[in-house]
């Protein structure tokens, strides 16, 4: 081993802890440039690891110690989890949290910390209904056990169990990827992925659970073991709802008997999961609280604020309403193209079409929060895309739009992030994928990649 390989070994990793330390401790939601700057260095640092350094050894170990930095740091770059406590905690006075708004019970039950929390999660949660599948509300109670007056062991105790999610993921990812023939070293790109680390881990979003489970699902169902990718499926499900979107993908894969079966056991597992909460008035609030992600909740988005901007200056008004009234027939629209035109009777192929249903999914989306991409990357890797990668990266400028007292959105920070995203997305499209470029030493080399064809 050469003296520059022992340096890079010994320095990249310090400087991946520098930088989750002070993504962890120092840095705020409205400290944009140098958030952003330290979030983009730790790409570039990254990068020259997995160029020179990459073995899975080294991924487990880095990625677990940069969770680690996390351990007992109270979530400032996100305030959902203060949501999360009340969910919970209102569940151990015996209340569904679908039924009833904080607004509606503020005046009306005490816990410790009720008015902290409500002040906390912001008027955009205190006015609407819980949103989160039963997976999720079963973790919140865990954590109300714990919300005794300090707010950092109900956060520990959740992080306990993202914990055990990530490292059963990374078992998963191993196998998944020894299952579809790649490189197990690839796993370097979603484990030390500063999104995941800092999104799911540190914000405590329940997007990297879910990939936990998803990944688990598609490992039994590639063996076309129904039973097993079902459970999974619908824990997944239970934990965030998007893996719905990708059930109807099997179809071709397992044959309709196979595949009826396999919806069988998602529905059979969803129905016990949602049993203790369910009711016709949860039914309906929950279906209320789904239509206001896509007529009225903005944030981000890409193509979004295209139309939004063609309809001010057309209209005069956001059309965003009009909008959100169609997106979901758009959506089950392309879920329906991609889940049979494409063959999808290969892993490859299967990946592929899930990787564009949800690209396109988030194309349109009106609000694409960083953790929503977690989604995206594992998807990546495994058909060989680099443009999820890329969108994990530009996806965090987003905080731009955080001051101290007012959330703007910033034209350039969204500009240059889509500019980059869209970019590489059509150039794969067009010219070949660029995944496995992110792996090698020399980026431009013309050598033969695994993942993408002759």
């Known amino acids: 081993m050469n003296v520059k390989k022992i340096l890079l070994q010994s320095t990249l990793p310090l400087l991946l802890f520098i930088g989750f330390y002070l993504l962890s401790y120092k840095l705020q939601r ?4 140098p958030l952003l700057v330290t979030y983009t260095t730790l790409f570039v640092v990254l990068w020259f690891w997995i160029r020179h350094c990459n073995n899975l050894l080294g991924i487990f170990i880095i990625g677990l110690g940069c969770r680690l930095l996390f351990s007992f740091h109270l979530p400032v770059l996100s305030q959902d989890f203060y949501r999360f ?3 919970g905690n209102i569940q151990l006075l015996g209340i569904n949290p679908y039924r009833y708004t904080p607004k509606d019970l503020i005046d009306l ?3 410790p910390n009720l008015e902290l929390l409500y002040q906390k999660m912001g008027s955009l949660s205190t006015g609407n209904y819980s949103n989160y599948p039963p997976i999720s509300q079963y973790l919140f109670q865990l954590m109300a056990y714990f919300n005794r007056g300090d707010l950092l062991p109900p956060v520990v105790a959740l992080r306990g169990i993202y914990l055990l999610g990530e490292l059963f993921l990374f078992w998963t990812g191993v196998k998944l990827l020894k299952r579809v023939e790649l490189p197990t070293a690839y796993l370097a790109w979603y484990f030390l992925n500063p999104l995941v680390i800092v999104e799911g881990f540190g914000n405590l979003h329940g997007e990297s659970l879910m990939m936990g489970f998803t990944a688990l699902s598609w490992l039994y169902c590639l063996k076309r073991k129904w039973f097993f990718g079902g459970v999974f499926m619908a824990l997944a499900i239970g934990t965030k709802l998007l893996p719905l979107l990708l059930v109807p993908f099997f179809f071709r894969y397992f044959g309709i008997q196979r595949f ?4 069988f056991i998602i529905l059979c597992a969803s129905l016990l999961l949602w049993l203790p909460f369910w009711n016709s008035e949860m039914q309906v609030h929950y279906v209320e609280t789904i239509r206001l992600w896509f007529t009225t909740f903005e944030f981000n988005g890409s193509i979004y604020n295209i139309i939004r901007a063609v309809g001010y200056e057309v209209k005069g008004y956001n059309i965003i309403r009009k909008l959100g009234t169609i997106t979901p027939y758009i959506t089950m629209g392309l879920v329906v193209f991609f889940s049979i035109v494409p063959k999808n009777r290969k892993p490859s192929q299967l990946m592929q079409s899930m990787l564009f249903l949800l690209t396109c999914y988030f194309f349109m989306a009106t609000t694409v929060h960083p953790w929503y991409i977690i989604n995206l990357i594992f ?5 060989g895309y680099a443009f999820p990668i890329v969108w994990s990266l530009t996806v965090f400028w987003s905080y731009s739009a955080y001051g101290i007292n007012l959330v ?3 034209p350039f920070w969204q ?3 889509y500019g980059l995203v ?3 997305f059509f150039y794969e499209l067009v010219k070949g994928r660029l995944g496995y470029h992110l792996q090698k030493p020399n980026f431009f080399s013309t050598e033969f990649s695994p993942i993408t064809p002759r």
């Open 85 to 87: 406590i009340w969910d």
């Open 422 to 424: 869209y970019g590489c």
């Open 109 to 111: 039950i005490h816990f």
């Open 260 to 263: 009826i079966a396999f919806g």
């Open 408 to 410: 703007e959105e910033q």
């Open 379 to 383: 998807l990546g890797i495994l058909t």
């Open 415 to 417: 500009l240059t992030g």
């Open 30 to 33: 409205a400290d944009t440039l």
